[in-house]
């Protein structure tokens, strides 16, 4: 079945209806700009994440107007746990709920539409379309259709995958900040015994973690994930990915931790196990140049350490949209736009890089055995780890072995 035939023009084309995607469509949408949102998938479509929604993605979906929409259909949550090597464990509170990306995406994009965005798929990227040094639209595909759209502005919010970044001559680096691997598992047994959202560190996982987020009705998302694997060096002294098995590491991850063993070993498997890519700290790909703007995961906005990026995602393509609202408003050229958006992004890169110091910890777990120990005595470390959630901390301050030593004295 081939895809419907799409509109020849449009002020705004953003190539992709994830978190980023649909969330600058809204912003743009709603301020009257003719939007064009295209994904190479059908929706509603399965998302390999996490699936938790921290603070700054309530925040976001705040300013888009959807947050009772999706807080009606998400499980809430009060506290992250987290579990030390050791076993040691400290809740830590805050604003928080599960909702897997099929039903997250969906409502987003919904949104999108409601707000006066034309949505087509499956459309895939191909490569720009560029005139006198100008991005001026794109040279979309669906199955053996090939398609061309004008745009005033074409913006790639095409996720952790890179080859529309490489067609797009934007990419910096192909190889990806970290690797995930998860699955949903239906469990009714657990539900008494898994209710927060829980992260969990082991020497058998280092350099990664491992994790369980409560879905409701009796499902859970497991999964474990590796970050900085393209900080190996392979022989040849080319960076490479490093040799992991992800579904090994899982099934290390059930050996180590009994509830996840638990689950596994009683629960019925809702699917296959998925795995994907993730790209961290703002790095990897250009974000702009004349006539094109790179936003979402594409540019990298999932958190080091965490890996948390539905937030930072919406919030990058919100950036995006108030930038070309603001060329039109200001009457900017294109060397304006770039600056103001790349200055917007730069704004953000401090945040990035204390989670990217504070990775460090996913390599030395025993650092996290002493913070639990710690936390587990201390009111006011336990609100400053809060506050790594809320993003009122530094998260450097206690993943560090410098954090550590000042664990001492809180």
Same mark, same amino acid.
């Given at each position: 079945?081939?895809?419907?035939?799409?509109?020849?023009?449009?002020?705004?084309?953003?190539?992709g209806?994830?978190?980023?995607?649909?969330?600058?469509?809204?912003?743009?949408?709603?301020?009257?700009?003719?939007?064009?949102?295209?994904?190479?998938?059908?929706?509603?479509?399965?998302?390999?994440?996490?699936?938790?929604?921290?603070?700054?993605?309530?925040?976001?979906?705040?300013?888009?107007?959807?947050?009772?929409?999706?807080?009606?259909?998400?499980?809430?949550?009060?506290?992250?746990?987290?579990?030390?090597?050791?076993?040691?464990?400290?809740?830590?509170?805050?604003?928080?709920?599960?909702?897997?990306?099929r039903?997250?995406?969906?409502?987003?994009?919904?949104?999108?539409?409601?707000?006066?965005?034309?949505? @087509?798929?499956?459309?895939?990227?191909?490569?720009?379309?560029?005139? @006198?040094?100008?991005?001026?639209?794109?040279?979309?595909?669906?199955?053996?259709?090939?398609?061309?759209?004008?745009?005033?502005?074409?913006?790639?919010?095409t996720?952790?995958?890179?080859?529309?970044?490489?067609?797009?001559?934007?990419?910096?680096?192909?190889?990806?900040?970290?690797?995930a691997l998860?699955?949903?598992?239906?469990?009714?047994?657990?539900?008494?015994?898994?209710?927060?959202?829980?992260?969990?560190?082991?020497?058998?996982?280092?350099?990664?973690?491992?994790?369980?987020f409560?879905?409701?009705?009796?499902?859970?998302?497991?999964?474990?994930?590796?970050?900085?694997?393209?900080?190996?060096?392979?022989?040849?002294?080319?960076?490479?990915?490093?040799?992991?098995?992800?579904?090994?590491?899982?099934?290390?991850?059930?050996?180590?931790?009994?509830?996840?063993?638990?689950?596994?070993?009683?629960?019925?498997?809702?699917?296959?196990?998925?795995?994907?890519?993730?790209?961290?700290?703002?790095?990897?790909?250009?974000?702009?140049?004349?006539?094109?703007?790179?936003?979402?995961?594409?540019?990298?906005?999932?958190?080091?350490?965490?890996?948390?990026?539905?937030?930072?995602?919406?919030?990058?393509?919100?950036l995006?949209?108030?930038?070309?609202?603001?060329?039109?408003?200001?009457?900017?050229?294109?060397?304006?736009?770039?600056?103001?958006?790349?200055?917007?992004?730069?704004?953000?890169?401090?945040?990035?890089?204390?989670?990217?110091?504070?990775?460090?910890v996913?390599?030395?777990?025993?650092?996290?055995?002493?913070?639990?120990?710690?936390?587990?005595?201390?009111a006011?470390l336990?609100?400053?780890?809060?506050g790594?959630?809320?993003?009122t901390?530094?998260?450097?301050?206690?993943m560090?072995?410098?954090?550590?030593?000042?664990?001492?004295?809180?």
């Amino acid at each position: 079945m081939s895809a419907p035939s799409l509109p020849v023009s449009c002020d705004v084309l953003v190539v992709g209806a994830g978190p980023a995607g649909s969330a600058c469509a809204i912003w743009l949408a709603r301020a009257g700009q003719r939007v064009m949102l295209v994904d190479a998938q059908t929706f509603p479509r399965d998302k390999v994440c996490g699936d938790g929604l921290i603070p700054d993605a309530h925040a976001a979906l705040q300013h888009l107007g959807v947050l009772d929409e999706v807080m009606a259909a998400a499980h809430h949550v009060g506290h992250v746990a987290c579990i030390a090597p050791r076993g040691g464990r400290v809740d830590v509170p805050g604003t928080l709920a599960v909702l897997p990306r099929r039903q997250l995406d969906e409502i987003v994009r919904a949104a999108a539409v409601r707000a006066g965005a034309s949505f @087509h798929a499956p459309w895939r990227f191909e490569a720009p379309r560029v005139e @006198h040094g100008r991005d001026i639209g794109a040279r979309l595909k669906s199955g053996d259709q090939l398609a061309q759209v004008d745009a005033r502005w074409v913006v790639l919010a095409t996720g952790a995958v890179p080859q529309a970044l490489i067609a797009a001559d934007m990419c910096t680096r192909r190889l990806p900040t970290g690797i995930a691997l998860r699955g949903y598992v239906k469990n009714p047994a657990m539900t008494r015994h898994i209710t927060e959202m829980e992260v969990v560190w082991h020497n058998k996982l280092r350099p990664g973690y491992g994790w369980i987020f409560p879905c409701g009705d009796a499902v859970f998302n497991i999964g474990a994930g590796v970050l900085h694997s393209h900080n190996e060096v392979r022989d040849d002294g080319r960076a490479g990915m490093k040799d992991v098995n992800l579904r090994d590491l899982l099934k290390t991850f059930a050996a180590c931790y009994a509830p996840a063993r638990e689950l596994m070993a009683g629960g019925t498997m809702l699917g296959d196990l998925k795995g994907a890519p993730l790209r961290c700290t703002l790095e990897g790909a250009r974000w702009s140049r004349p006539g094109l703007l790179v936003t979402g995961e594409a540019a990298g906005s999932t958190y080091a350490f965490t890996g948390e990026g539905i937030g930072k995602a919406m919030e990058t393509g919100i950036l995006a949209a108030q930038t070309l609202l603001a060329a039109s408003a200001d009457g900017l050229d294109d060397a304006a736009v770039c600056a103001r958006y790349d200055a917007s992004l730069a704004a953000l890169k401090p945040r990035f890089d204390l989670y990217e110091r504070a990775n460090h910890v996913n390599a030395h777990p025993w650092l996290v055995d002493l913070l639990v120990w710690r936390a587990r005595r201390s009111a006011r470390l336990r609100r400053r780890m809060a506050g790594v959630l809320n993003e009122t901390s530094n998260p450097g301050h206690l993943m560090t072995l410098k954090g550590v030593v000042r664990l001492f004295s809180e």
